[in-house]
């Protein structure tokens, strides 16, 4: 596997995205794959910052520890670090495409997943509102794109 850096990208890059980071970066672990694995966001709102605390809680519940994580923004020399610009939504993939980034996937394009966007838990209301639905698409998504990246099928 030659091809092994990984960039979720989302907006504010405080909710999906290092979700996304944070289980890519357990399976890596658990299976040794020898990835490198980052997030960023197409924004600057949030720069510096810790996770929203839903996907700090959600992550937490499954053994994942992404409190530590701090929010960047997307930067024009990760066009040639990264292999893989994965997107959580069009809109994101829009924004990176305008800054030059070419081959950007979307996270739902794995795991056959209907709806092709992550729905922004930034917008729920309530821990109740669907951030769990949120994990469990993000978790297959990653799970299936890492298992594609590492039998060299994407
Ligand atoms: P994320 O969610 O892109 O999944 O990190 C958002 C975070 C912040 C904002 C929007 C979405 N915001 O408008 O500040």
Same mark, same amino acid.
């Given at each position: 596997?030659?091809?092994?850096?990984?960039?979720?990208?989302?907006?504010?890059?405080?909710?999906?995205?290092?979700?996304?980071?944070?289980?890519?970066?357990?399976?890596?672990?658990?299976?040794?794959?020898?990835?490198?694995?980052?997030?960023?966001?197409?924004?600057?709102?949030?720069?510096?910052?810790?996770?929203?605390?839903?996907?700090?809680?959600?992550?937490?519940?499954?053994?994942?520890?992404?409190?530590?994580?701090?929010?960047?923004?997307?930067?024009?020399? =990760?066009?040639? +670090?990264?292999?893989?610009? #994965?997107?959580?939504?069009?809109?994101? %993939?829009?924004? @990176?495409?305008?800054?030059?980034?070419?081959?950007?996937?979307?996270?739902?394009?794995?795991?056959?997943?209907?709806?092709?966007?992550?729905?922004?838990?930034?917008?729920?209301?309530?821990? =109740?509102?669907? +951030?769990?639905?949120?994990? #469990?698409?993000?978790?297959?998504?990653? %799970?299936?794109? @890492?298992?594609?990246?590492?039998?060299?099928?994407?």
């Amino acid at each position: 596997m030659s091809k092994k850096n990984i960039l979720f990208v989302c907006l504010g890059n405080i909710c999906r995205s290092p979700l996304a980071e944070g289980v890519a970066k357990t399976i890596n672990q658990k299976q040794d794959l020898g990835l490198i694995i980052d997030s960023a966001g197409t924004s600057a709102w949030h720069e510096g910052e810790i996770p929203c605390e839903d996907s700090i809680r959600i992550a937490k519940m499954h053994g994942i520890d992404i409190s530590k994580f701090r929010a960047r923004q997307v930067q024009m020399k =990760d066009r040639t +670090i990264f292999d893989y610009v #994965i997107a959580m939504d069009k809109s994101n %993939k829009e924004n @990176l495409e305008k800054m030059g980034f070419t081959d950007v996937y979307l996270l739902g394009e794995f795991a056959n997943y209907d709806c092709k966007d992550v729905p922004d838990p930034y917008f729920f209301e309530t821990f =109740d509102d669907g +951030i769990k639905s949120v994990y #469990i698409m993000i978790e297959q998504c990653v %799970k299936d794109l @890492l298992k594609r990246i590492n039998n060299g099928s994407v």
